[in-house]
């Protein structure tokens, strides 16, 4: 088997929706269904150590809800403290209201207990517009955290390229690149 063969395989059996003239793929590391199996989780954990630079992060966040499952295991693993950017605000001391952009909607997120100077390593499940990750990134520096990496497990359309050119002094990196040819899923 390839490098993160069982992650290109789940995604390759993905099933596809149409939403509108769309074709959507559903897949458990995206949307949280259909089942995650642990090999996939496996190579998706396995895929942000390779790529990931550990002397330049101090705190790993994740983005509710889909960050989550990626940002656990991977704390647990590496040692590290982690945060989750929520959809709710708290009102804890420090707590930063953003307005999340995707290629769909617009809704609040909020984000807590990022320390000035911290270095962030950001994993999320998917980049497509790079509009969450533009308001996410644009926060953590807003108070004055350092993001030094992103790490998507899933880059479709340009949203990667619009961050990079954004943001190039951040560090990042996918796991899978994936496009769509009407009802099927491309990985390359």
Do not use: C
């Amino acid at each position: 088997m390839g490098l993160y063969e069982s992650l290109h395989e789940s995604i390759r059996k993905s099933p596809i929706i149409w939403k509108g003239d769309y074709p959507y793929f559903v897949h458990s590391i995206t949307d949280g269904v259909p089942r995650l199996e642990p090999d996939v989780l496996e190579d998706v954990l396995s895929g942000v150590n390779d790529v990931t630079d550990w002397d330049e992060v101090d705190l790993i966040i994740g983005i509710e809800a889909m960050g989550l499952p990626l940002v656990a295991p991977t704390a647990l693993r590496m040692k590290k403290p982690m945060v989750v950017i929520r959809k709710r605000p708290y009102g804890l001391e420090g707590e930063l209201e953003i307005t999340q952009n995707t290629g769909y909607s617009e809704s609040k997120l909020f984000i807590n207990d990022v320390n000035i100077n911290e270095k962030v390593l950001i994993i999320d499940d998917v980049v497509s517009t790079g509009g969450t990750l533009d308001s996410v990134i644009s926060g953590i520096h807003e108070i004055g955290g350092i993001v030094s990496q992103v790490v998507v497990v899933v880059e479709k359309n340009e949203g990667m390229s619009f961050l990079k050119n954004k943001y190039p002094n951040v560090k990042f990196d996918s796991i899978v690149k994936v496009s769509m040819n009407h009802d099927k899923v491309i990985i390359g």
